[in-house]
C-alpha cells in the first residue's frame, strides 16, 4: 500500500523560482495538509484541506498556496521562493479533520533548500 | 498562547526503561498524540489519548491527565531501533493539532 507519496524528494531551488511540491494519498482520506519541520521547532500547518474543492490557511500560510481538486491530490506552491522557505516539507492525510481519533499519515517529506 | 512542551533530548540503556513527558496548555482539548520520528523519515503514530488514565500498546505506553495538561510515553525494554524522536501532538477546541518540538532519544547499548 503506497499511502502518501510525495515529489520531489529533495530539490535545491533558486530565490525567485517557483515550485509544486506534489502530494497523492490512495486511502480515500477526506483531509489533507501541508507542514513544514523545523529544527528545534515543532510542526507548522502551512496549509489544509477539510475535504476535495475546500482548502484552509494554517499557521505559516504565507508565500504559499493550495488546491484540492480531487480527493487524492494536494499540490503545494511556492510562487516566489526565499531562503526562509529552506525546510523540510510533510504532506500528510487524515479520515476526517473533526473527529478527534483520527491520526494523520504522513508522506516521506521533501527536502527543500532555497538558494 | 498555546503550547507544548517535551525535553529536547533523553538517554536510556538497551533493556531499561525510560518515560518521555510532555506538558501542554491549548485552547480546549480532543486528543493527544504520540507520534514517532526517525532521522529523514516521516513521523508514524504510535498512541491517541482523550480520557485520563493509561493506554498500553506492546512495550509503548502513554497516560493523560487532563486536570494536569500532563502527558508521558512510556517506553519499556528499550532497543536500539527506539533510537529516534518522539512528537507529542495536542488537538484543540477547532480540532487543529499543536505539536511539540519532539524528544530526541539515544539508547546506549
Known amino acids: 500500500t503506497a499511502g502518501i507519496t510525495q515529489a520531489p524528494t529533495s530539490q535545491i531551488l533558486a530565490a525567485g523560482r517557483s515550485m509544486t511540491l506534489r502530494c497523492t494519498q490512495d486511502?480515500?482520506?477526506?483531509?489533507m495538509y501541508w507542514y513544514r519541520q523545523d529544527l528545534g521547532l515543532g510542526l507548522r500547518l502551512i496549509h489544509y484541506?477539510?475535504?476535495?474543492?475546500?482548502?484552509g490557511k494554517g499557521e505559516v500560510p504565507d508565500g504559499y498556496s493550495v488546491s484540492r481538486a480531487n480527493t487524492d491530490d494536494f499540490p503545494l506552491t511556492l510562487a516566489s521562493a526565499v531562503p526562509s522557505q529552506t525546510s523540510v516539507y510533510f504532506c500528510?492525510?487524515?479520515?476526517?479533520?473533526?473527529?478527534?481519533?483520527?491520526?494523520?499519515?504522513f508522506g516521506n517529506g521533501t527536502r527543500l533548500t532555497v538558494t | 498562547g498555546q503550547n507544548i512542551d517535551q525535553p529536547t533530548e533523553m538517554t536510556a540503556t538497551e533493556g531499561a526503561i525510560v518515560q518521555i513527558n510532555c506538558t501542554y496548555q491549548t485552547s480546549g482539548f480532543n486528543g493527544l498524540f504520540w507520534y514517532q520520528q526517525h532521522a529523514g523519515e516521516a513521523p508514524t503514530f504510535l498512541s491517541y489519548n482523550v480520557l485520563d488514565g493509561l493506554e498500553e500498546k506492546g512495550r509503548f505506553s502513554s497516560f493523560l491527565s487532563r486536570s494536569k495538561g500532563y502527558s508521558y510515553l512510556l517506553l519499556k525494554e528499550l532497543q536500539m531501533k527506539d533510537s529516534a524522536s518522539y512528537l507529542c501532538?495536542?488537538?484543540?477546541?477547532?480540532?487543529?493539532?499543536?505539536w511539540g518540538a519532539g524528544t530526541k532519544l539515544i539508547i546506549k547499548p
Open positions: 500528510a492525510s487524515s479520515d476526517s479533520m473533526g473527529s478527534g481519533n483520527s491520526p494523520l499519515h
Open positions: 486511502m480515500r482520506h477526506n483531509a
Open positions: 484541506s477539510n475535504t476535495a474543492g475546500t482548502t
Open positions: 501532538a495536542v488537538r484543540d477546541s477547532n480540532y487543529q493539532l499543536i
